[in-house]
């Protein structure tokens, strides 16, 4: 018998273009999640960067989920920079830090461990993008 109660609590991290709907967003975590055998029910909160937090398709998903949705500013998002997958020049010259999706889940999961991980990195679905973090 599994014993889920020893599974990890997961972070979300997310990163869209404007207006981008919650059925994108949705899609893309319940598909990133299968493709690495993580349960939902481990996922504590999503976030994203300041300017996002009034995005109707973020807020709709963590109503839907029953999580909290957090933003961060950008200067908090770049104290990650050194913990990223990869970095992109677009998304600094937009948003101010170098990957919103790595970043954010990073910040989340720094609440609640001192040793953030990056358990899965930035993925890519239709002007959407997300990254899950663990707490060491």
Not at 17 to 40: D, I, Y
Not at 59 to 65: C, F, N, V
Not at 80 to 97: I, K, N, V
């Amino acid at each position: 018998m599994l014993d889920f109660s020893l599974q990890p609590a997961l972070y979300a991290g997310f990163g869209c273009r404007r207006g981008c709907p919650v059925e994108t967003l949705a899609v893309l975590l319940r598909q990133t999640m299968a493709r690495h055998a993580l349960p939902l029910s481990a996922l504590r909160a999503i976030a994203s960067i300041d300017p996002k937090a009034r995005e109707p398709g973020l807020l709709a998903l963590a109503e839907r989920l029953g999580v909290p949705f957090l933003c961060f500013d950008a200067a908090h998002l770049l104290a990650f920079e050194p913990m990223l997958s990869q970095r992109s020049a677009t998304a600094y010259a937009q948003t101010g830090c170098w990957g919103v999706a790595e970043s954010a889940a990073l910040a989340l999961a720094a609440r609640a461990s001192p040793q953030p991980n990056l358990h899965v990195p930035r993925q890519v679905l239709a002007g959407a993008t997300l990254a899950l973090a663990i707490g060491g």
